[in-house]
């Protein structure tokens, strides 16, 4: 079956940078595009960005721009969001989507579990 | 903020019918992009419900069901059970942002 595990729970200070994994099974990796999501407390779910694991090609949203930077390895089907220069406004759960049919659908068929990232001093 | 609008919360009693709404604008719903609703049940990642509107993924029940008209779109769950309870939420996508957007999410509590 499909399933999407994220790396765990991440404390960071203002001004880190943080990590987090999203490893995928049960699916051809490079058949489709993983998304970037977070919902910080009490908010609605905000979209990060994409990759599509085959090309490496990237999106990502305008606010993030200059310090977002998504990566993929094939070789063991994981997808990273790299998120730097992190302030109390980056503190959130991230999740990470599989987008059904591949591209295109806008719909996000499968997602990961979530990870917190915290930024507290 | 939320690009699209939900009800912070709704309620119904067993076996009863409740609606949740999704408010647009011109810029993604009101131009013809679908709507997903998805369900995240307490402790678990929210799941896909509905999409392109009105569509079941296999395994839902047909006791759920979406609809959509003009710039705002509804979920309706029918014969309302326990296990119901949690939080839902809808998905589109906004041309003028080119970003995929959701509602704040609404709870449904089952009385």
């Known amino acids: 079956q499909v399933q999407l595990v994220q790396s765990g729970a991440e404390v960071k200070e203002p001004g880190a940078s943080v990590k987090v994994s999203c490893k995928a099974s049960g699916y051809t990796f490079i058949g489709y595009f993983i998304h970037w999501v977070r919902q910080a407390p009490g908010q609605g779910h905000e979209w990060v960005g994409w990759i599509n694991p085959d090309s490496g090609d990237t999106n990502y949203a305008q606010r993030f721009q200059g310090r977002l930077t998504m990566t993929r390895d094939t070789s063991i089907s994981t997808a990273y969001m790299d998120l730097s220069r992190l302030t109390s406004d980056d503190t959130a759960i991230y999740y990470c989507l599989r987008e059904k049919d591949g591209s295109g659908s806008l719909i996000a068929d499968y997602w990961g579990q979530g990870t917190l990232v915290t930024v507290s001093s | 903020q939320s690009v699209l609008t939900q009800p912070p919360s709704v309620s119904g009693a067993p076996g009863q019918r409740v609606t949740i709404s999704c408010a647009g604008r011109?810029?993604?719903?009101?131009?013809?992009?679908?709507v997903q609703w998805y369900q995240q049940l307490p402790g678990t990642a929210p799941q896909l419900l509905i999409y392109r509107n009105n569509n079941r993924p296999s395994g839902v029940p047909d006791r759920f069901s979406g609809s959509k008209s003009g710039t705002s779109a509804s979920l309706a769950i029918t014969g309302l059970q326990a296990e119901d309870e949690g939080d839902y939420y809808c998905q589109s996508f906004d041309i003028s942002l080119s970003a995929w957007v959701f509602g704040g999410g609404t709870k449904l509590t089952v009385l």
């Open positions: 011109s810029s993604n719903i009101g131009t013809g992009y679908d």
